[in-house]
């Protein structure tokens, strides 16, 4: 007779999924864009699919409430935790006490800057330093026949976040080609719309001369885009706009000329993700980073894709 916690291929104790069932405790950031409610739904119809029992929990952007998630998954006994961590810091304390309780701990979407890999068995997301790297070089091309200064100002993700940090790092990288290239403003908007406009409004109060703005996902370029309109300006034209996501609505902005180019983030990390939650749970090796595939998009090629868009 298996004991009621069986033992998986990990040494972990089993949850209490039904028929055997495995349990996953997911920790969701919130639900501050449109790539997160793609997201969530792609978590979800992938758990469902797999026939895997999902706990999800939505931290609303604090960490506090992503820690208080993974320790109420660890006394749940679940036997995998999954989450996608709000800011890269301070996750060793929690991810230690997931792996004294033997349960296997994968990172989706953002990555943390722990020291000790042995805290997770892999991270699966984007390259953010290339999806930044590849919006900057769009730009160096663009702009090549410009004399300069080309004025830019940035909208930030969420401040300490993996794909803030990076897209940041990728982006000026890219730019650092022609000392033309100038970031005369650069703000959080935490990856919303609303904050997104606010920081924008008071971008344009504060400078005549913005040419281009770098958004680090299409909800603050959208965002921005109203406050750009409700300056008499022209989106796509009086300033160039380039985002990070390609979510329906970024990329609708793009094929009607309100966006100049887009980086795409797929938000569709669930059916690698379930993947990777029965192979851990079986105790299988699994490579410790997965990276997932990605393209760009101009408006031309936006107009001929979004019909068959699945998000
Ligand atoms: C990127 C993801 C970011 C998106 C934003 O993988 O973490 O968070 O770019 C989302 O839209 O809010």
């Given at each position: 007779?298996?004991?009621?916690?069986?033992?998986?291929?990990?040494?972990?104790?089993?949850?209490?999924?039904?028929?055997?069932?495995?349990?996953?405790?997911?920790?969701?950031?919130?639900?501050?864009?449109?790539?997160?409610?793609?997201?969530?739904?792609?978590?979800?119809?992938s758990?469902?699919?797999a026939?895997?029992?999902?706990?999800?929990?939505?931290?609303?952007?604090?960490?506090?409430?992503?820690?208080?998630?993974?320790?109420?998954?660890?006394?749940?006994?679940?036997?995998?935790?999954?989450?996608?961590?709000?800011?890269?810091?301070?996750?060793?304390?929690?991810?230690?006490?997931?792996?004294?309780?033997?349960?296997?701990?994968?990172?989706?979407?953002?990555?943390?800057?722990?020291?000790?890999?042995?805290?997770?068995?892999?991270?699966?997301?984007?390259?953010?330093?290339?999806?930044?790297?590849?919006?900057?070089?769009?730009?160096?091309?663009?702009?090549?026949?410009?004399?300069?200064?080309?004025?830019?100002?940035?909208?930030?993700?969420?401040?300490?976040?993996?794909?803030?940090?990076?897209?940041?790092?990728?982006?000026?990288?890219?730019?650092?080609?022609?000392?033309?290239?100038?970031?005369?403003?650069?703000?959080?908007?935490?990856?919303?719309?609303?904050?997104?406009?606010?920081?924008?409004?008071?971008?344009?109060?504060?400078?005549?001369?913005?040419?281009?703005?770098?958004?680090?996902?299409?909800?603050?370029?959208?965002?921005?885009?109203?406050?750009?309109?409700?300056?008499?300006?022209?989106?796509?034209?009086?300033?160039?706009?380039?985002?990070?996501?390609?979510?329906?609505?970024?990329?609708?902005?793009?094929?009607?000329?309100?966006?100049?180019?887009?980086?795409?983030?797929?938000?569709?990390?669930?059916p690698q993700l379930m993947e990777l939650v029965e192979q851990?749970?079986?105790?299988?090796?699994?490579?410790?980073?997965?990276?997932?595939?990605?393209?760009?998009?101009?408006?031309?090629?936006?107009?001929?894709?979004?019909?068959?868009?699945?998000?």
């Open positions: 007779m298996v004991a009621a916690g069986a033992a998986c291929g990990d040494g972990s104790a089993g949850g209490e999924g039904g028929d055997g069932q495995i349990v996953l405790g997911f920790s969701q950031v919130g639900a501050e864009s449109g790539w997160r409610t793609a997201n969530t739904k792609s978590v979800q119809d758990a469902a699919e026939g895997i029992e999902l706990k999800f929990a939505d931290a609303q952007q604090k960490q506090e409430n992503q820690i208080k998630a993974i320790r109420n998954f660890i006394a749940q006994r679940v036997d995998v935790i999954a989450f996608s961590p709000v800011v890269e810091s301070g996750w060793d304390t929690v991810l230690k006490e997931a792996k004294d309780a033997q349960i296997p701990v994968i990172l989706t979407d953002r990555a943390v800057d722990s020291q000790d890999e042995s805290l997770y068995e892999t991270f699966i997301g984007s390259d953010f330093v290339l999806e930044g790297r590849l919006s900057g070089e769009w730009l160096v091309e663009e702009f090549a026949d410009e004399p300069g200064p080309v004025h830019i100002v940035e909208l930030q993700g969420t401040t300490g976040s993996a794909p803030a940090n990076d897209r940041k790092e990728g982006f000026g990288e890219a730019i650092a080609a022609d000392p033309k290239f100038e970031i005369i403003a650069s703000q959080t908007g935490e990856f919303t719309r609303a904050k997104g406009k606010e920081v924008m409004e008071a971008f344009l109060q504060a400078h005549q001369d913005i040419d281009v703005l770098f958004a680090h996902n299409d909800d603050m370029g959208l965002g921005a885009i109203e406050a750009i309109e409700a300056a008499g300006l022209t989106p796509g034209a009086d300033i160039t706009i380039i985002t990070i996501d390609a979510v329906r609505d970024g990329m609708q902005a793009l094929a009607d000329g309100k966006i100049n180019f887009i980086a795409e983030c797929s938000p569709l990390l669930g851990v749970h079986a105790g299988e090796p699994v490579p410790k980073r997965v990276v997932t595939e990605e393209t760009t998009f101009t408006q031309e090629q936006a107009k001929e894709v979004l019909p068959t868009r699945e998000y």
